[in-house]
């Protein structure tokens, strides 16, 4: 189980099915108080950015319709449930979309979709809900003009990311740094030939 959103909340709930979670599937049913499973993704959007933005959209129809919560069955074979996992139950750092949603949003792996039929009526639960730092990022933006006058107005962005995941537990010789050939630095100094080459 993989907790993405939401505050901690607990007790015993009823279960309501509501398929993939699109507007049609949550029509018509009453969810007050209870908690909306779904399938994670969508027919054919079941791609990771996929997974998150319709993730954030059944979050938003589940609150409208009065759900204490919004559980998503991961039955994803073509994602290794040990990779999301491994990816997300670790402290992540992402860009700042807003305030956090406060309905609790979770994954349960259900690849061989047990999660079904009669056993959807009922579960009690407890969840210790997601903690969201704010943190103070800096970035590096620059803009070199085109010399056509046409397409001057039209844009190619080139971008690296600056960071990596810096200092560790120390291993057995007691580096606690994270080396890498390709990482840190090395996406920074393409992207500054690349400006050089174009100036």
Not at 31 to 36: C, E
Request: hydrophobic residues 40%; charged residues 20%; negative net charge.
């Amino acid at each position: 189980m993989l907790v993405l959103d939401g505050k901690s909340f607990s007790g015993t709930f009823e279960l309501v099915e509501v398929g993939f979670g699109t507007d049609e599937d949550f029509a018509g049913k009453d969810l007050a108080g209870k908690i909306a499973i779904t399938n994670a993704g969508a027919p054919g959007k079941l791609s990771p950015n996929q997974l998150f933005a319709e993730g954030r959209s059944k979050t938003l129809r589940a609150k409208e319709a009065g759900a204490v919560a919004l559980i998503e069955r991961f039955n994803v074979p073509a994602i290794p449930w040990q990779l999301v996992s491994g990816f997300l139950n670790r402290p992540q750092m992402s860009v700042d979309q807003g305030s956090a949603s406060e309905l609790p949003y979770v994954w349960i792996e259900d690849l061989k979709n047990k999660m079904t039929g009669e056993k959807l009526s009922a579960a009690t639960i407890k969840v210790e809900g997601k903690v969201n730092t704010p943190v103070e990022g800096k970035n590096v933006v620059a803009w070199i003009e085109g010399t056509d006058p046409k397409l001057k107005n039209e844009y190619i962005m080139l971008s690296a990311h600056y960071d990596h995941v810096g200092v560790g537990t120390p291993d057995a010789a007691g580096d606690s740094i994270y080396n890498g050939a390709r990482d840190n630095a090395v996406g920074t100094v393409a992207v500054m030939n690349a400006a050089k080459f174009f100036c």
